[in-house]
């Protein structure tokens, strides 16, 4: 079996259900790939977790991006149903129960601390940038996905602080 048709050695692709090929850099492969590559880093993340809480929560987090590549790589003919307030509700109950345990936070923090926070601070970045993508096509994306993308780099926020935390580690803050 071959892993390659060559056909996107010209610079194009094609979008799920469409036979028309479209310049790789059109915004929605700009955002596909901001997905691609925030999805493929919380799987790094993931490899380094050894707490269930966190690791449900990236893996749940994994799936709905696969729900918003869903949406937004087959041009209206996907099959799968895109993020419904429900996941939106979901993520934020998460966000709300981890903020009780980490506590307020008064001050702008630096990355870092443990390497799994470093990487959730990272991933955080990548979320952003991708919600950046997105929002150049929130007209044709569900009112959902910008929405979701924003809790979800509040998730890997609050995630990278309870993990600093839990490993009673003194997190820096800039100095200015």
């Known amino acids: 079996m071959r892993f390659y048709s060559g056909k996107g050695d010209d610079g194009t692709s094609t979008l799920c259900g469409s036979a028309a090929r479209f310049p790789k850099t059109d915004p929605r492969f700009e955002a596909l790939g901001a997905i691609d590559e925030l999805n493929s880093y919380l799987g790094i993340c993931r490899a380094l977790v050894n707490n269930s809480k966190i690791d449900t929560a990236l893996k749940t ?21 895109p993020l419904s307030e429900k ?6 109950q998460i966000i709300d129960a981890l903020g009780v345990e980490v506590g307020e936070i008064k001050e ?7 390497v799994l926070a470093a990487h959730l601070d990272f991933a955080r970045t990548l979320a952003r940038r991708a919600e950046r993508r997105l929002v150049i096509l929130k007209d044709i994306l ?5 929405s979701y993308l924003n809790r979800l780099s509040s998730l890997l926020f609050i995630l990278a602080r309870y993990v600093n935390k839990k490993e009673n580690i003194k997190e820096d803050h800039p100095s200015y």
Do not use: C, Y
């Open 87 to 92: 996941q939106l509700r979901a993520i934020e």
């Open 108 to 114: 702008f923090t630096l990355a870092g601390g443990t």
């Open 61 to 81: 987090a994994q799936e709905d991006l696969f729900i918003i590549q869903a949406e937004l790589g087959a041009v209206g003919q996907s099959t799968i149903a």
């Open 142 to 146: 569900s009112p959902m996905v910008i």
